[in-house]
């Protein structure tokens, strides 16, 4: 089962991707991720993305196209993903359809977390974020235990270098021109579920299971405390 996530930066496209995939059993596969860890390693990829990822520009659709065909062939992969990030353009959607029809496969649903402007702006602002294990914590309203560290693994939160205010003015105008139009491309082929995205990470996940036909089981739900994130 292939489920994509769509939503602007600050929508909990990330945290909802990472619940999904615990509750699923599906691997969570988000690209803006992969990007940080291979310019984190400063591997030939993470050289080539890095001036992209810290603009907040997009990354040429080829060169994300054939990450995402490559991890989507693996056998974690084949038996279908969370897409967290991808496709960000109607040429990524395109070509996204293409590989998996190959394989006789395709997009189950799209999930479009719903976020007012306003609300996406702080909860980015106030964004931190574990680069061990990527836990995502705000400091308004889902502060980690002790402050800068994480709950999860201990390990010494940061925020991410686009997560500065000039940065994310920039993503957020990717996203209304590139990733914006994708609604209407998955509203068009019947696979767009609409979910509010305001309010607490429990409840919104809630909302997604229920878009998906899929019934909570709301005592594990309500176990899980981490914030929404991009
Ligand atoms: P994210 O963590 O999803 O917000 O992605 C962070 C950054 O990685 C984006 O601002 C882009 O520079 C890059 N990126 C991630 N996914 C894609 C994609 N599907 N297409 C192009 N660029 C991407």
């Known amino acids: 089962m292939i489920i994509v996530l769509l939503g602007p930066p600050g929508a909990g ?18 690209t803006g991720d992969l990007l940080r860890e291979a310019i984190a390693q400063g591997t030939p ?5 890095r001036p992209y990822v810290e603009s907040g520009r997009l990354v040429p659709d080829p ?12 056998p974690a992969g084949s038996g279908g993903a969370i897409l967290d990030g991808f496709p960000r353009t109607r040429d990524q959607a395109v070509a996204l359809d293409q590989v998996l029809a190959a394989q ?18 702080q909860r980015l602002s106030a964004r931190w974020v574990c680069p061990h294990c990527r836990a ?9 235990r002790l402050a800068g560290v994480c709950d999860r693994c201990g390990a010494s939160l940061i925020q991410r270098a686009d997560d500065r205010p000039e940065v994310v003015q920039r993503r ?24 509010d ?23 594990q739900v309500h176990g899980d405390r981490y914030q929404v994130s991009g």
């Open 13 to 30: 496209k990330g945290t909802q991707a990472s619940l999904l995939s615990r509750r699923l059993g599906l691997p969570h596969l988000a």
């Open 45 to 49: 990829l993470g050289e080539e993305v």
């Open 63 to 74: 060169l994300m196209v054939a990450l995402v065909r490559e991890r989507l062939m693996t």
């Open 104 to 121: 006789g496969r395709q997009v189950e649903a799209a999930v479009y977390l719903e976020v007012p402007a306003s609300v996406l702006l």
């Open 136 to 144: 995502t914590y705000n400091t308004v309203s889902a502060a980690p």
């Open 172 to 195: 957020l105008e990717v996203y209304r021109q590139e990733t914006a139009p994708l609604i209407a491309y998955y509203q068009t082929a019947g696979r767009l579920r609409s979910v």
């Open 197 to 219: 995205g305001t309010g607490p990470v429990t409840v919104v996940l809630e909302r997604v299971l229920a878009a998906l036909g899929r019934t909570p089981v709301s005592g």
